[in-house]
Each structure stands twice: as structure tokens, then as C-alpha cells.
Antibody, heavy 121, light 108 residues
């Protein structure tokens, strides 16, 4: 059974950095064709794709946020970590991690439950 | 442009058919996938590669694509189909991804 679980602070102050961890089970982060992606959703808003790390440790970032994002993984711990710098209140959102495949078509086939991050002083 | 635009809301009577659309230039190149999200829950994939259903998704969900528009059709809507639906595709680089603006489906 594939599971993903996000963890991290519920509140961060403006200008601080946010670090979120996605702990996965039921699959290997090194399995060919598999990636872990980060997606966020502001309250009442739409989904926004943020970043992806693939089975070869290649990383991809949203064009609009690439200067603030870093994604990494620890295969021994089955964890993927997202760091976002210089947080602002507009970054208040639920942050999801999801397993994805992208052979002929991208598919986010398993999601974590999400973690709400509020940016406030 | 890599933007994907969806209508904000649509309603459908129980048992009837509803189609929601996703429009964007990038859909002329790449296919769309569709995600259903219920309040307080993570999204769930209902279609990928324009018209393929993941395991466990009922056959009343179908998809199509023409030009710059992808469509999701629910035939014989059920109460549990209520929710927000988002389309998704690759962006113009082919390496990144973009979600649509979302459509709220209400089953009456």
C-alpha cells in the first residue's frame, strides 16, 4: 500500500524559511519512473504545482518559485524534503506531496493528506 | 502560454450528464489529466492521458480532447461526484506541470 505523509510547522513567520518533509512507504524513491511532487493549495484556492524530484535525483521547479524552492531526498529514510525561503503571508496554503509517474502521461496517483502552513507574525 | 482555464461552477441533476472543460494552448501539445477533490481531502485522479481511468474509477467518468480544450464528462452523475475538479497538464517546457483553475460540480 502506497502512503505519503507530510510533516512540518503549522505556522512560520514572514521572511523565515519553511521546511516540509514527505515520508513515503509502499514504494522506493529510486524506482524507475517514479517521482515525488509538491503541490500547494491556498485556502479556497486552486492547486499549484511546486516541484518534483525523480528517481534519478533530478529536480524540477515551478518557474515562478524556482528561486525560493529546494527539493531533496533521503532514500535511506524514504523521505523527500521541500524548503521554501522567504515566506510571505500569500504562501499560506495546504501543502501536499504526491507520488507521480510520467511515462507518456503525467499522473499524480497517490497523495498525502496535506499539511496547512500559515504564514503570520 | 501554459495557463489552463476552467469554468468556475456547474450543476447537474442526479442521474444526468455533465461535461466540464479545460482550455489552454498547451493542450494542443500535451494531454490532460483530471483530479476530483472533496472538502478537506486530497485530490484523487479520475482520468489521465485525456481518457484513461486509474484503477477503481468508475466508467461514468470519461474524457476527450479537441484542439486547445480537454473535457471531462460524468454520465449518470451520482451524489458522490460532488466536488471540485482540476485539470492538469505539462507546461510549455514539457518538464514542469500546471493545474487548471478548478470547477465546482454540484449534484442536485
Amino acid at each position: 500500500q502506497v502512503t505519503l505523509r507530510e510533516s512540518g510547522p503549522a505556522v512560520v513567520k514572514p521572511t523565515q524559511s519553511l521546511t516540509l518533509t514527505c515520508s513515503v512507504s509502499g514504494f522506493s524513491l529510486s524506482s524507475a519512473g517514479l517521482s515525488v511532487a509538491w503541490i500547494r493549495q491556498p485556502p479556497g484556492g486552486a492547486l499549484e504545482w511546486l516541484a518534483r524530484i525523480d528517481w534519478e535525483d533530478d529536480k524540477y521547479y515551478s518557474s515562478s518559485l524556482r528561486t525560493r524552492l529546494t527539493v531533496s531526498r533521503d532514500t535511506s529514510k524514504n523521505q523527500v524534503v521541500l524548503t521554501m525561503s522567504n515566506m510571505d503571508p500569500v504562501d499560506t496554503a495546504t501543502y501536499f506531496c504526491a507520488r507521480m509517474t510520467d511515462f507518456d502521461w503525467p499522473l499524480f496517483d497517490s497523495w498525502g493528506q496535506g499539511t496547512l502552513v500559515t504564514v503570520s507574525s | 502560454s501554459s495557463e489552463l482555464t476552467q469554468g468556475p461552477a456547474v450543476s447537474v441533476a442526479l442521474g444526468q450528464t455533465v461535461t466540464i472543460t479545460c482550455q489552454g494552448d498547451i493542450l494542443r501539445t500535451y494531454s490532460a489529466s483530471w483530479y476530483q477533490q472533496k472538502p478537506g481531502q486530497a485530490p484523487v485522479a479520475v482520468l489521465y492521458g485525456s481518457n484513461k481511468r486509474p484503477s477503481g474509477i468508475p466508467g461514468r467518468f470519461s474524457g476527450s480532447s479537441s484542439g486547445d480544450t480537454a473535457s471531462l464528462t460524468i454520465t449518470g452523475a451520482r451524489a458522490e461526484d460532488d466536488g471540485d475538479y482540476y485539470c492538469n497538464s505539462r507546461d510549455v517546457t514539457g518538464l514542469l506541470y500546471v493545474f487548471g483553475t478548478g470547477t465546482k460540480v454540484t449534484v442536485l
